[in-house]
């Protein structure tokens, strides 16, 4: 078994550093919130004050952060994990951080001796939780080798997409259309709200309809409907508006450079922006529904 490093223990990072310790590895935790601590505690993570620590006798270091500066500091910084790795470890991020991070970060890497894997995830908490995700990896086959048997704990689908900063562009192309989809099925969930539509009517159909997608199967907006939907939990955060808000300018500033009209993901992130300046941007992003006036009891 592995002696493993996890820096970043959210939403994602503790269901996911859990099945690592459930595969039988030793793995030790850093984060800077205590809540996010003690939970990640009470799944078995050994919780230490520095990254320096956690990743000292590590032989791979997994990241999952909130976008590409803190992933770049983290790593990078003068007392970050890259100074204090073991020559020829692995460095794996699962954030979503868009493909020059990957790419810059991985140039580090190499300067300083270790290994770097571009590995963002698809399948949102429930796939954390039960070690379905899917993850996309870019970077050097030697580095993959070494990170995906500890993958495997973690996610049921795992693609070397190709080199670094592939996995990145693979998870920007992805979360652009789950943007759409997620701004699509929360309009819609209210247009069937205001025509009287029964909710579990309303999903029943679609799910066996032309209209079905994964947003709106499995993140379905309208509460108690989808048990697993953080909109029957109160809107509590899986998936923040602002992280898809950041997906969503990554693939759109990108279809800008490369000449591709991404029009309707322009819109999507346009919608995602309001309701995070409108205050909603710790929510679910299954609370975009709220902003463009779902109406819930009690009001969330």
């Not at 799944?43 to 590590?58: F, H, I, K, L």
């Not at 300083?112 to 908490?125: E, K, L, T, Y």
């Not at 322009?266 to 709220?290: I, M, N, P, V, Y």
């Amino acid at each position: 078994m592995s002696k493993v490093a996890w820096i970043g223990l959210g939403h994602m990072g503790v269901p996911m550093s859990a099945n690592l310790v459930n595969a039988g590895h030793t793995v030790l935790g850093v984060d800077i919130v205590e809540p996010a601590r003690e939970r990640a505690r009470a799944v078995g993570v050994q919780v230490v004050e520095t990254v320096a620590e956690a990743v000292r006798d590590a032989e791979v270091v997994f990241t999952m952060l909130q976008n590409g500066d803190i992933v770049t500091d983290v790593l990078t910084g003068a007392d970050g994990a890259f100074a204090h790795m073991p020559k020829g470890s692995v460095a794996v991020d699962c954030s979503t951080t868009g493909i020059d991070t990957a790419i810059a970060v991985n140039a580090e890497a190499t300067a300083q001796g270790v290994s770097f894997v571009d590995a963002p995830v698809s399948g949102g908490v429930q796939g954390a939780e039960d070690g379905s995700l899917t993850l996309m990896l870019g970077g050097e086959f030697d580095a993959v080798a070494i990170a995906e048997p500890l993958l495997k704990s973690v996610g049921s689908y795992i693609v070397h997409v190709g080199p670094s900063g592939d996995g990145q562009k693979m998870k920007v192309v992805n979360n652009a259309m789950l943007g759409v989809g997620m701004a699509t099925a929360s309009e819609t969930s209210v247009l069937a709200q205001r025509l009287g539509l029964d909710p579990e009517v309303f999903y029943n159909i679609v799910l066996r309809s032309s209209g079905d997608s994964w947003a709106f199967r499995t993140w379905f907006p309208m509460p108690g409907v989808v048990a697993t939907s953080p909109s029957s939990h109160g809107y509590e955060p899986g998936f923040m508006i602002d992280l898809l808000k950041k997906d969503l300018h990554l693939a759109t500033a990108l279809a800008e450079e490369s000449g591709v009209r991404l029009d309707v993901a322009a819109s999507a992130e346009k919608l995602f922006a309001e309701a995070s300046a409108s205050g909603r941007g710790e929510q679910d992003c299954t609370a975009l529904a709220l902003e463009l006036g779902l109406e819930v009891d009690p009001p969330s």
